[in-house]
């Protein structure tokens, strides 16, 4: 008995299925799922292509729940039929699309760029999910996608940006706030890049949380701002504190509840890293997020914080307020706060005349 090449079975398989109804279809390709998953090693890559002609041909005969399925298995595996997930990928249904962009490795960097500049908001979303996204891919779904795409590539961490999708996010952040905040607060997001996201939008401030709704507008607090003099006083014994691990929460709740002014703003200073400029910004701003980010960034607790704000003179904090800012507070990352902390020093450096002719000088504890 004379055994039939491969190409010739397939082919009368692919007739076969042509001429199946619907639920058969649905079995030979649940079967073929069964053989692609089982085989798992080095044949996996050339069974993938033999059976690419008919899974083609199974994809016009199936139900959309069945497309799903067979989307999400493919998505998983390191080898799959090349046609079939291609044609998948670019399915106009997000459910049977989106498994592929989001998990495949299978997609070449190509394939998924040009998806990327003509699919749905939901795709483009995927992709931006991806655990790795090339410089190549981002640049694709930043000349399609809106504000949403723009922090999703922003936000995830596989993201890799080319000198191009820079300039893209500085013209899109000169009429966005939240998103030249998030590049710039974004770790890895080059020093030069940040200054120029500052210059290109100086007169804007970093965007509100969006945890809680702010407070409305009211006049800035008056508080007496301490002189050189005192500051200069100060100084040497909150370094000195600070040297041998006193300069702790107990402490600083002392300077708060005591009123020291100047010991209080030198020891944020100093814990969080930030100019004194920036302190004495955000213990007179009316708004408490920068100060909650500048105590968070000193590695304070919450009581401590707390005292600070009860303490630092101006409008009482209300009830609402206050849980606003415990809210911020608890939501708060180390590395966030500590990010925001570095914000404020570029953005002071960034308007001194010499800018352009110093660095700017990271002081953040580590």
């Given at each position: 008995m004379t055994a039939n090449p491969p190409a010739d079975i397939l082919?009368?398989?692919?007739?076969?299925?042509?001429?199946?109804?619907?639920?058969?279809?649905?079995?030979?390709?649940?079967?073929?799922?069964?053989?692609?998953?089982?085989?798992?090693?080095?044949?996996?890559?050339?069974?993938?292509?033999?059976?690419?002609?008919?899974?083609?041909?199974?994809?016009?005969?199936?139900?959309?729940?069945?497309?799903?399925?067979?989307?999400?298995?493919?998505?998983?595996?390191?080898?799959?039929?090349?046609?079939?997930?291609?044609?998948?990928?670019?399915?106009?249904?997000?459910?049977?699309?989106?498994?592929?962009l989001l998990r495949s490795p299978a997609l070449s960097t190509q394939d998924l760029a040009t998806?990327?500049?003509?699919?749905?908001?939901?795709?483009?979303?995927?992709i931006a999910a991806r655990e790795r996204v090339e410089p190549e891919v981002t640049e694709a779904l930043l000349g399609r996608g809106g504000r949403a795409l723009c922090l999703a590539l922003i936000n995830n961490e596989?993201?890799?940006?080319?000198?191009?999708?820079?300039?893209?996010?500085?013209?899109?952040?000169?009429?966005?706030?939240?998103?030249?905040?998030?590049?710039?607060?974004?770790p890895g997001t080059p020093d030069q890049i940040v200054r120029k996201l500052l210059s290109a939008s100086p007169g804007k401030a970093p965007a509100k949380p969006t945890a809680s709704a702010a407070p409305p507008e009211r006049a800035a607090a008056p508080i007496k701002r301490p002189s050189q003099a005192d500051y200069a006083s100060a100084r040497p014994e909150i370094v000195a504190l600070n040297r041998v691990g006193k300069l702790n929460d107990s402490t600083v709740n002392r300077f708060a509840i005591r009123g020291e002014t100047a010991n209080l703003w030198t020891a944020l200073s100093v814990l969080s890293g930030a100019p004194i400029e920036i302190v004495e910004r955000v213990m007179s701003d009316v708004d408490c997020e920068g100060l909650v980010m500048a105590c968070r960034a000193s590695r304070l607790n919450w009581a401590t914080t707390l005292a600070i704000l009860s303490n630092r003179g101006g409008v009482r904090l209300s009830f609402a307020e206050r849980e606003r800012a415990q809210q911020i507070f608890e939501n708060l990352l180390l590395s966030t706060s500590q990010w925001t902390v570095r914000w404020g020093e570029i953005a002071a450096n960034a308007k001194a005349d010499d800018a352009a002719q110093r660095g700017v000088k990271m002081r953040t504890s580590p």
């Amino acid at each position: 008995m004379t055994a039939n090449p491969p190409a010739d079975i397939l082919s009368e398989l692919e007739d076969a299925v042509a001429a199946c109804p619907a639920e058969r279809c649905d079995r030979i390709l649940c079967g073929l799922l069964q053989l692609l998953n089982c085989s798992r090693d080095t044949r996996q890559a050339m069974l993938a292509h033999l059976v690419d002609g008919v899974l083609l041909r199974l994809t016009e005969r199936v139900a959309p729940g069945a497309l799903t399925q067979l989307s999400h298995v493919l998505a998983g595996l390191d080898a799959a039929p090349p046609e079939t997930l291609r044609r998948l990928a670019r399915h106009d249904d997000p459910e049977v699309a989106c498994a592929i962009l989001l998990r495949s490795p299978a997609l070449s960097t190509q394939d998924l760029a040009t998806i990327a500049r003509s699919c749905g908001e939901r795709h483009l979303l995927a992709i931006a999910a991806r655990e790795r996204v090339e410089p190549e891919v981002t640049e694709a779904l930043l000349g399609r996608g809106g504000r949403a795409l723009c922090l999703a590539l922003i936000n995830n961490e596989g993201t890799l940006f080319s000198d191009a999708a820079y300039a893209a996010l500085i013209t899109v952040g000169q009429q966005d706030e939240q998103i030249t905040r998030a590049l710039a607060l974004r770790p890895g997001t080059p020093d030069q890049i940040v200054r120029k996201l500052l210059s290109a939008s100086p007169g804007k401030a970093p965007a509100k949380p969006t945890a809680s709704a702010a407070p409305p507008e009211r006049a800035a607090a008056p508080i007496k701002r301490p002189s050189q003099a005192d500051y200069a006083s100060a100084r040497p014994e909150i370094v000195a504190l600070n040297r041998v691990g006193k300069l702790n929460d107990s402490t600083v709740n002392r300077f708060a509840i005591r009123g020291e002014t100047a010991n209080l703003w030198t020891a944020l200073s100093v814990l969080s890293g930030a100019p004194i400029e920036i302190v004495e910004r955000v213990m007179s701003d009316v708004d408490c997020e920068g100060l909650v980010m500048a105590c968070r960034a000193s590695r304070l607790n919450w009581a401590t914080t707390l005292a600070i704000l009860s303490n630092r003179g101006g409008v009482r904090l209300s009830f609402a307020e206050r849980e606003r800012a415990q809210q911020i507070f608890e939501n708060l990352l180390l590395s966030t706060s500590q990010w925001t902390v570095r914000w404020g020093e570029i953005a002071a450096n960034a308007k001194a005349d010499d800018a352009a002719q110093r660095g700017v000088k990271m002081r953040t504890s580590p």
